[in-house]
Nanobody, 127 residues
């Protein structure tokens, strides 16, 4: 099992930026694709972004495309989510998750594609 710990959340004004980090341990990090999801109160957990184990392939939800950037540093066992031009509707708890494989064979936007999850970090965007 891979242990995942998110950090970097907080309170920011609309239009601001935050960078989330996901620290991984327990397995060879580069062997697993990684995803970021978010969950607002009373709503389902939604896909935000995903990245292959090598970092060469990235995927984004339409709602964040052009504003968020996913990346990873396999040498440091870290995944990142750079969030720019934040909007109040981006307010949610953000989770990182590890896939079963380094590349996606299924639907990277589905929660069942992922085996391990972090505990989440709160992001609040004020208007």
């Amino acid at each position: 099992q891979m242990q995942l710990v998110e950090s970097g959340g907080g309170l920011v004004q609309a239009g601001g930026s935050l960078r989330l980090s996901c620290a991984a341990s327990g397995r060879t990090f580069s062997n697993y694709a990684m995803g970021w999801f978010r969950q607002a109160p009373g709503k389902e957990r939604d896909f935000v972004a995903a990245i292959s184990g090598s970092g060469r392939s990235t995927y984004y939800a339409d709602s964040v495309k052009g504003r968020f950037t996913i990346s990873r540093d396999n040498a440091k066992n870290l995944a990142y989510l750079q969030m720019n031009s934040l909007k109040p509707e981006d307010t949610a708890v953000y989770y990182c998750a590890a896939d079963y494989y380094p590349d996606y064979s299924g639907d990277y936007s589905k929660t069942y594609e992922y085996r391990d999850w972090g505990q989440g970090t709160q992001v609040t965007v004020s208007s």
